[in-house]
């Protein structure tokens, strides 16, 4: 004779999860209503009471300890008796719901939530801001606050259901014509109707509308950050309690600075003199006019350093760092006399300019041009 476990299909260690899963879908291919044969009815008895013993906890205990469950036999006569054995299951299983009802559904609802992008400047992620917004949403309606009926008039208990929302119906079953519950078709499970509506949000309580709210911004904010505010999001129904109102965050490229974490970068263009002999000048910065130090024979590619300048830490104290990238700009149009300084400044450097080429007369150059020529 076959095990429970081996009758269910599972192995001996399934949890009750598994088991259950197993039964339902035995129960659902061998019921008698769906297949009819005397074999099925038979394997639906054994399926049954192999569920019976193994879904309760101490007979599934004797059972794997003696192979017996506690004074009963391997048969199927007490198959639809055993006190452990959940009705429930095969309503579940059967009839699409739970035996017992827990009453009326209630019409409240709690709304939904909501996203918006909101689209700010660098700037503002730096310091923060406080941004006006207008959202398009539902919120509670001021004709019947919410109680979704005609000022003057209330809900009335449902005439079919007596106000319980559900309804009893004969279906037949193994077990013979049995009474399930449905939920009312008359008052859709609340246990009461709405005899005059509001005429302003048709029963339902909420109505679309655009309001206006302020969010505060923090400082540090990237794009991609999300801003809850609670209760901000779509009124519930039937005066049910409102979602949450969630804010993302979109911060627009700026023309002169670029964001790395919490770090903020530019380029500064200097002429060629001024970063061959130094110089002092100044960048407009998000807190004002910065001096800048150039030390002379600067090179593009030097970085200098503001400290404290750059983007408020979101989590933490403080600031990141302005980093400015030097940029030395060589002159493209030169006229005689500029020329002719540069030429006398090459001279006196010990470089040779000639045709566009530059031609070294020792060092580095001088090398090349040996070896290329003994090649």
């Known amino acids: 004779m076959s095990s429970h476990y081996e009758t269910l299909g599972v192995p001996s260690d399934a949890t009750p999860e598994e088991i259950k899963k197993a039964y339902k879908k035995l129960a659902r291919k061998l019921h008698p209503d769906i297949n009819p044969g005397e074999d099925a009815s038979e394997q639906f ?23 017996n469950e506690n004074g009963t036999d391997n048969g199927y006569s007490g198959a639809y008796n055993g006190a452990g054995f959940a009705f429930q299951d095969i309503f579940e299983t059967f ?28 700037k503002d992620a730096v310091f923060g801001v406080n941004k006006k917004l ?16 005609e000022p003057g008039t209330e809900p009335v208990r449902c005439g079919v259901c007596g106000g319980s929302g559900h309804i009893q119906r004969p279906v037949r079953s193994i077990l013979g014509q049995v009474m399930t519950m449905a939920t009312c078709p008359t008052c859709s499970g609340f246990g ?25 911004i923090p ?33 627009a490229t700026h023309s002169m600075f670029s964001r790395e ?10 002429p060629m003199t001024a970063a061959a002999l130094g110089s002092e000048m100044t960048l ?36 990141g760092d302005l980093l400015v990238h030097v940029k030395v700009e060589t002159p493209t149009k030169l006229d005689a ?39």
């Open 261 to 270: 974490g919490d770090d903020l970068h530019a380029t500064l263009s200097v």
């Open 219 to 251: 400082a540090g904010v990237s794009t991609g950050t999300r801003i809850q505010l609670a209760g901000q999001g779509e009124a519930g129904t039937a005066g049910g309690p409102s979602g949450d109102l969630y804010v993302e965050i979109r911060v």
């Open 192 to 216: 009461t109707e709405i005899p005059s509506p509001c005429n302003e949000c048709g029963g339902e309580g909420r109505v679309r509308s655009r309001r206006s709210l302020t969010v505060k």
């Open 134 to 149: 207008e959202v398009d949403t539902a919120v509670t309606c001021s004709r019947c606050e919410g109680s979704c009926c």
């Open 45 to 67: 008895k054994a399926v049954t009471h192999a569920y019976e013993v193994l879904s309760d906890p101490q007979k599934r205990r004797v059972y794997d300890t003696t192979g």
């Open 284 to 319: 407009e910065t998000f807190d004002g006019e910065q001096p800048i130090t150039l030390r002379p024979g600067s090179q593009s590619g030097d970085v200098v350093t503001l400290h404290a300048l750059g983007v408020a830490r979101l989590r933490g104290m403080g600031r």
């Open 337 to 375: 006399e500029q020329e002719e300084l540069l030429r006398q400044l090459a001279k006196l450097r010990g470089e040779q300019v000639g045709e566009g080429k530059l031609v070294g007369t020792g060092g580095v150059f001088a090398k090349l041009r040996d070896r290329l020529g003994n090649l």
């Open 95 to 122: 009839f699409g719901g739970s035996a017992a009802q827990s009453g009326p559904a209630s019409r409240v609802r709690r709304g939904q939530d909501a996203l918006i992008a909101v689209r700010i400047e660098l």
